[in-house]
């Protein structure tokens, strides 16, 4: 009689678990990936059949089905680039939605609008805005492109990569004590990282825009006087970003039309978007960009 040892126990349910994702799957599940990776992986196996390898091409057949039904997508940063395929593609839009897309309600017992910026309820024109950074010699043109004068890029950079390192809870309590209009904020964590901007039920702004936006706002804080330019200021710096301010991740861009965006009708053209594919938040919209 031999003692039976289990080293190897694995527990089936937890596997699946541990696989699946649900920001991608259930109600979240984004069509356009999943309509994209399906057939990536029917071309694939399709290729390794009619090169004879029929195991392999089965193998490749159900694992890739599998992977895609537990995660969403197979091939990394799907969500990412499957937008922009589907934008310019002739098949509607309206055919990979249903009324909502992800996270406008994040949880069941609060419904948080999503907070494009600090700047939303500043009116000034983006015209405004820039003719007076470029007055306080804050953007530069050169050759036709803006960029912010090196001075202040180098500041700005300086005290992103600072407010990186603060915890959610040091961050909002930054942002509620530097902003005289935001009387409240706190952390709020679902699928991804967020600052609630005021109460019942409040705005949620994106932890890698709160962190761009907080340190623009800082920074501009000494050139200019007007409370409001300032603020719209700090909008207008995250087109400047080319790493995503929390995790250092390279942007990509995407677009309005699916996952990482909001819906749009069948008639409008989807805005372009720089996306952190790590954080899985939207950084900048380009709007009007059509
Ligand atoms: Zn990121």
């Known amino acids: 009689m031999s003692q039976l040892s289990t080293p190897c126990e694995v527990e089936p349910i937890d596997l699946l678990d541990a696989l699946s994702d649900e920001s991608y799957t259930g109600e979240n599940r984004c069509w356009p990936c999943t309509v994209l990776n399906l057939g990536l992986v029917g071309l694939l196996a399709l290729f390794l059949r009619a090169r004879e390898r029929s195991l392999a091409s089965l193998l490749v057949a159900v694992v890739g089905v599998a992977v895609i039904y537990l995660r969403g997508y197979l091939v990394p940063y799907t969500p990412?680039?499957?937008?922009?395929?589907?934008?310019?593609?002739?098949?509607?839009d309206e055919w990979f939605h249903r009324a909502s897309a992800h996270r406008e309600s994040p949880s069941e017992d609060v419904t948080h609008e999503e907070s494009e910026s600090l700047a939303d309820d500043v009116e000034l024109d983006g015209e405004t805005?820039?003719?007076?950074?470029?007055?306080?010699?804050?953007?530069?043109?050169e050759d036709e492109q803006l960029f912010l004068s090196e001075g202040v890029d180098t500041a700005w950079h300086e005290r992103m990569d600072e407010l990186?390192?603060?915890?959610?809870?040091?961050l909002s309590a930054t942002l509620q004590s530097s902003l005289p209009q935001i009387d409240h904020a706190e952390p709020y964590v679902d699928d991804a990282e967020w600052v609630v901007l005021g109460s019942d039920p409040g705005e949620l702004l994106a932890r890698p825009v709160a962190v761009a936006e907080l340190a623009a706002y800082e920074v501009l804080s000494e050139p200019l006087t007007d409370e409001r330019l300032t603020v719209a200021g700090t909008e207008a710096?995250?087109?400047?970003?080319?790493?995503c301010p929390v995790c250092n991740s390279e942007l990509v861009e995407s677009s309005t039309v699916s996952c990482c965006g909001g819906h749009l009708g069948p008639r409008q053209d989807p805005d372009e978007t720089l996306v952190c594919p790590t954080c899985e938040q939207r950084l900048y919209t380009f709007e009007g960009a059509n």
């Open 129 to 141: 805005v820039f003719g007076e950074l470029s007055a306080a010699g804050v953007i530069e043109v």
């Open 80 to 92: 990412a680039f499957a937008p922009r395929l589907v934008a310019g593609s002739p098949i509607p």
């Open 237 to 243: 710096f995250r087109m400047f970003l080319d790493s």
């Open 164 to 170: 990186a390192e603060h915890s959610l809870e040091d």
